[in-house]
Nanobody, 120 residues
Framework: EVQLVESGGGLVQAGGSLRLSCAAS????????IGWFRQAPGKEREGVSC????????YYADSVKGRFTISSDNAKNTVYLHINSLKPEDTAVYYC?????????????WGQGTQVTVSS
């Protein structure tokens, strides 16, 4: 059974940092790309970053470049999203997802999400 379990969300003040984790199981980690998406209330889901576990290639949405860093620990089957200089507009539920290719729109497998709330 494929499982993606996010953790690390919470309430943080603007300007602060967070590290989100996505622990994956049930599939061959190196064969998949792991992406992070977010969905704010009343807004469409947005793909923010993605990493290919096989070679470490990374992708970022323009809206988060320079503040978000995605990384992978293949020994732990875990992908991290480091978020710096948090802004109130970063408030959203953050989901990790897995698919063969990175996509800003969809993925085959999804986690349950972790809430990030940024106070001003």
């Amino acid at each position: 059974e494929v499982q993606l379990v996010e953790s690390g969300g919470g309430l943080v003040q603007a300007g602060g940092s967070l590290r989100l984790s996505c622990a994956a199981s049930g599939f061959t980690f190196d064969d998949y790309a792991i992406g992070w998406f977010r969905q704010a209330p009343g807004k469409e889901r947005e793909g923010v970053s993605c990493i290919y576990s096989s070679d470490g290639s990374t992708y970022y949405a323009d809206s988060v470049k320079g503040r978000f860093t995605i990384s992978s620990d293949n020994a732990k089957n875990t992908v991290y999203l480091h978020i710096n200089s948090l802004k109130p507009e970063d408030t959203a539920v953050y989901y990790c997802a897995a698919d063969v290719y990175c996509s800003a729109r969809s993925a085959e497998y999804w986690g349950q999400g972790t809430q990030v709330t940024v106070s001003s």
